[in-house]
């Protein structure tokens, strides 16, 4: 039997403020289970390292110079899928979250949370779930409930099965996957089956971007 993975987290911090870098490098400190592998002072040198580096995780300020932390998150995306992005912002304008998780991140969080909820949102992300603040959330999906895209760029649905639509409309309303296994009557493994279906359909990484893909299809509407 092959012994658990116990080493820590990897995580490079991509900021453009030293003081912010140091701050957010202390508050990782304070936890074993995470490693500080190295600091990025703009997008471009945090693609750089990230690619040298390879960590887990890398923890990116959406406004950076050179390469801003949207472009960086595509850029990791596409050259490290494997590493997940947790993106940060002072402004949490729906337009930046939307960017950061369209572009790839796996999270979206203000700077003003707490150590905790940061620690706990590194983990999150690393074990390949969505990581996303409560008020954020709530005004991305209304956002899109309230404005939906114009027909002409409205994603086209992807040829899922009636119940993998089952499945998809319940993500895009927050059920985690134990939640759609009672609501739908399956098995929690069916429900990971068709939830893994889902995402390779609609190409989406996470659970951050199948609700943008549910909103952007029309999927789900005002009051549904």
Known sequence: MTAPDTSPLTVLIADDQPLVRRGLALIFHADPGVHVVGEAGDGREAVDL??????DVVLMDIRMPRLDGVEATAALAA????CRVLALSTFDMDEYVVGALRAG?????PKDVSPEELVAAVHTVSRGEAA????LLTRLISAYVTTPAPRATQRVRPDLTSRETDVWTLIARGYDNTEIAEELRISPSTVKNHVTAVFAKLGARDRAQAVIAA???GLIAAGQ
Do not use: C, I, T
């Not at 990230?50 to 960590?55: G, S």
């Not at 996303?132 to 008020?135: E, F, I, L």
């Open 50 to 55: 990230a690619l040298r580096l390879r960590p």
């Open 79 to 82: 050259e490290l899928p494997d």
């Open 105 to 109: 991140a796996a999270g979206f969080l």
């Open 132 to 135: 996303v603040a409560p008020r």
């Open 215 to 217: 909103y952007e299809s």
